[in-house]
């Protein structure tokens, strides 16, 4: 499903975090820590979470963690940070740093009577408040999970593993009655450490094989992981290569229907919107262009191939002007924050998308 902002607070919060310095305080992967909390957003965005635990995600780490020790803001400025992202969500955020992780990935939150807290540096009178609720703690579950979806992957964006970690994660989610986890972790219920390690070694081997062992390999990988998007798009790749329109278009369906559920790439060497569009290119015409002579083994040169084939949209026609279209402009919006995190640099975010390109005169 399309994602959609509170477009004036999450704008707010991005502009009061790059302020702050989080584009140039490092995190996993060469990355910015801007970068991380920027797709951990957008990760419950497309979870279709609470926008008080987007919001969160948006913040999580901003007063470091008891893995990630480089905070970004001391907890002396919590009163700040609530102004600009909401109470709750910086509460959530706070409770992110403070509460172990241990205990809570155990699950004790379900049956003990609270956790315990880890002092930070700089909190003073901030590290005030009631203990955390039933209800605070589960958002926190949830907070993790897309943490650990965010930054799960190898250093050159190969999938990592962390399905069975967030489905062992939703399992104490069941009985929430303030988040839901992803309907993609249902699917999960019989997936075991073996078919996480089975899908990973088949999806890796299989890109690089040739003839029908590549073929049997990526379905291999699709099946044994029944939410994993990649091996379908790549299925419907060769499938096209043979001409076989039907089958291009079920396997690209396929892949379209697991990416929007799981609300992010497994194979992180490509972002959402390229795997998107990748599978709009096999999905829409699949049958109008020769199957290409050269293997291709890497998804960003199956993503050039295949978007270098696909008919280009027609532009508008000059002097036109079209009446404002408010969902489309926060798409647009969407848009333009997911290109901030879309690992190729802060450049990347400076051109807004869809902006007329036309010379203006003296």
Same mark, same amino acid.
Request: hydrophobic share 40%; net charge neutral; glycine share 8%.
């Given at each position: ?8 607070? #999450? ?37 279709d979470q609470p926008d008080w635990l987007c919001q969160a995600g948006l913040i999580h780490s901003v007063y470091s963690t008891d893995q990630y020790r480089q905070g970004l803001l001391s907890p002396s400025r919590r009163t700040e940070v609530a102004e600009v992202a909401g109470a709750q969500a910086e509460r959530i ?129 699709? #099946? ?49 919107e390229e795997w998107l569009a990748l599978i709009d290119a096999l999905e829409q015409s699949p049958g109008e262009h020769e199957p290409s002579e050269v293997k291709i083994v890497d998804p960003r040169a199956l993503l050039e191939a295949s978007i270098g084939q696909a008919p280009a949209h027609r532009p508008p026609a ?45």
């Open positions: 499903m399309p994602v959609t902002l509170a477009d004036d607070s #999450a704008a707010a919060t991005v502009a009061f975090l790059a302020e702050a310095g989080a584009r140039q305080l490092g995190h996993r992967g060469g990355r910015s820590l801007l970068d991380h909390l920027l797709g951990t957003y957008i990760i419950l965005r497309r979870w955020a706070y409770l992110f740093c403070v509460t172990p992780r241990r205990p809570l990935f155990a699950g004790t939150h379900l049956w003990a009577r609270g956790l315990p807290s880890r002092a930070m540096a700089g909190a003073g009178d901030a590290a005030g408040g009631d203990p955390p609720t039933r209800d605070e703690l589960d958002g926190l579950v949830l907070l993790h999970m897309a943490n650990l979806a965010e930054q799960a992957h190898g250093a050159d964006g190969r999938p990592g593993r962390w399905l069975l970690r967030v489905r062992d994660l939703a399992e104490y989610l069941i009985d929430s009655d303030t988040v839901t986890p992803p309907p993609f972790v249902a699917q999960l219920g019989a997936f075991s450490d073996a078919d996480e390690s089975l899908a990973h070694r088949a999806y890796v081997k299989a890109i690089s094989d040739d003839g029908q062992t590549r073929a049997n390999g990526l379905a291999l990988a699709a #099946a044994a992981c029944p939410v994993i998007p990649e091996p379908c798009v790549w299925l419907a790749h060769l499938a096209r290569c043979r001409e076989e329109i039907a089958t291009t278009r079920a396997w690209a369906t396929q892949a379209r229907k697991r990416l929007l559920e799981l609300g992010t790439p497994w194979d992180r060497r490509l972002s959402f000059p002097n036109t002007i079209a009446a404002p279209d408010a969902a489309a402009g926060r798409k647009r919006f969407q848009r333009y924050v997911e290109t901030l995190n879309d690992g190729h640099g802060a450049s990347s975010g400076a051109i807004y998308p869809d902006l007329p390109s036309r010379p203006w005169h003296d």
